[in-house]
């Protein structure tokens, strides 16, 4: 977590962006990645030339004899205007013709530098080149930073998932360092970031974790080793029809130590998916996690046929479901976020979905959350629904989250009520047979009351109300404090009158 100086330093930047007249928040970080790409190209420069000299090794660089004047390391030291024109000319044209090595790179291809005014610029980099992007995991802390900025809602459903919800449901799943991950909607990447933070945690021996001078801890990964390659080129995928947030989540992810992900402009749901990715469409992911849109723009028509054979609908909150188990392996398992609809409502795809993830796969938990978790984006009641591709479902555990470590207002503070760790702690211990209190936060519930209640998954339907005894005072002592009472105001009047 970044604190103090360094905090307050990129608050004064975002200000210096919103003075300068650039004040959308996508905006703004997309136009601080691009500096922070042209910084990180240099250093990995640099880093390629100390090999080669001490290798004795010739190596194809991202610049050119000639283009020696367009790295960050030159261009930082000039003068204002002369910074503007060089990086708004040059620089930015260079990127446009590069790849940089990465898939962020490919998402320059149209990149441009907003930012007008000589100072503005000038401020930006001076900040940038503060900041610890090269070290540790401070720069993935830093990017969450920037993120958390992201205060509104897109257009198309979007939303930020909160890093705690994230942390949550990757905790749910568990990956493993072999296996293969992806988000059908990545939006930032919040949930691929989430993933590698966790294999790195899982993965460090005692050795490979040291304290920063900020008291963190910073976990290398150090047992990750044997699947470095994997983790860097093949493990990560994820897809947005947003460029903006496709360079945003590219950057994340370099951000966090994966240098090579598969960031992907598509609409996953439409029929040019697995026409372009026939791979990552079908039966390719070990681990799916997801937060897709819930009223998203849909080009109905364009939709591919294989979802809507199964769910004929034009929601997406209900095709997004049907496109994951498409996309995972048999045995691969999901953690989604849907609204609560999808969990009871009475339409023949809401039904159709829900008996599809009953009887033909594994449905294993339902994890209701409350309706601020998401604020101040939307107020909406959402549940996560964990489920494996394939096998069959017995009992479904279910969870009714009241608290999850801060207020459910807009403003979300910090509160002490957390019933995550619980809720974790619950699923990890799951038991059919002794789970089975309904007027618990959580139970288990077996498949064959579920098909009596028309696959409904909704835990109010399973849930025993709890009803408090509450106890009254006697008749005679309520009539007796009643009177007594009277008593007081009639003398309060008599009192009052006799002043007059």
């Given amino acids: 977590m970044i604190t103090g100086k360094l905090k307050n330093e990129i608050d004064k930047l975002w200000e210096e962006f919103w003075t300068g007249g650039i004040t959308n928040p996508l905006t703004v970080i997309e136009q601080i990645s691009f500096l922070m790409f042209a910084r990180l190209l240099d250093v990995a420069e640099t880093r390629a030339e100390a090999r080669a000299a001490r290798t004795k090794k010739p190596f194809k660089g991202t610049f050119g004899p000639k283009e020696q004047r367009l790295r960050w390391s030159h261009f930082r030291q000039l003068k204002a205007e002369e910074m503007l024109r060089l990086v708004r000319d040059e620089v930015f044209p260079h990127f446009r013709k590069l790849n940089g090595g990465t898939t962020f790179g490919e998402y320059m291809a149209d990149a441009q530098l907003l930012i007008q005014k000589p100072s503005l610029l000038v401020a930006a980099v001076n900040m940038i080149g503060a900041l610890p992007i090269t070290e540790g995991d401070a720069k993935g802390d830093l990017y969450e930073y920037l993120l958390s900025k992201l205060t509104t809602a897109g257009i198309n459903g979007q939303f930020r998932t909160p890093r705690h919800i994230i942390r949550f449901m990757v905790e749910l799943l568990e990956p493993k ?174 039904v159709a979905l829900r008996q599809l993830l009953v009887e033909d796969n594994q449905l294993e938990g339902i994890i209701s959350l409350p309706s601020g978790v998401f604020k101040p984006y939307a107020g909406v009641s959402t549940a996560i629904i964990l489920f494996t591709k394939g096998g069959e479902t017995d009992h479904v555990f279910f969870y009714d989250v009241g608290a999850d470590g801060f207020s459910l207002d807009d403003k979300r503070d910090p509160v002490k009520d957390n019933d995550l760790p619980d809720a974790l702690d619950r699923w990890r211990k799951k038991n059919a047979k002794k789970d089975t209190d309904r007027a618990a936060k959580h139970f288990m519930v077996p498949v064959s009351e579920i098909r009596e209640k028309h696959f409904d998954l909704s835990i109010n339907r399973y849930k025993e109300p709890v009803h408090e005894e509450v106890e009254y005072e006697p008749p005679k002592v309520i009539l007796g404090k009643l009177r007594a009472l009277e008593a007081e105001i009639a003398a309060d009047l008599k009192e009052l009158e006799g002043m007059l």
């Fill in 177 to 350: 360092p072999y296996e293969t991950v992806g988000d059908p909607a990545c939006g930032t990447a919040g949930f691929l970031v989430g993933v590698m933070q966790y294999l790195l945690e899982k993965h460090s021996s005692p050795k490979g974790v040291y304290v920063a001078e900020s008291g963190d801890k910073i976990y290398t990964g150090d047992k990750l080793e044997p699947f470095r390659e994997h983790i860097q080129n093949e493990m990560f995928h994820g897809f947005d029809f947003d460029s903006t947030m496709l360079r945003i989540a590219s950057m994340n992810l370099m951000l966090h130590g994966v240098d090579n992900p598969d960031i992907r402009y598509q609409d996953t749901l439409s029929n040019s998916f697995p026409d372009r990715f026939g791979k990552q469409a079908s039966a390719s992911f070990d681990v799916i996690l997801a937060n897709p849109p819930f009223k998203g723009s849909l080009d109905a028509p364009d939709v591919h046929p294989s979802l809507t054979q199964k769910v004929k609908t034009k929601k997406t909150e209900l095709l997004f479901v049907a496109l994951i188990l498409r996309m995972l392996k048999k045995g691969g398992r999901s953690a989604t976020i849907v609204p609560d609809g999808v969990l009871f409502g009475s339409s023949k795809a809401h």
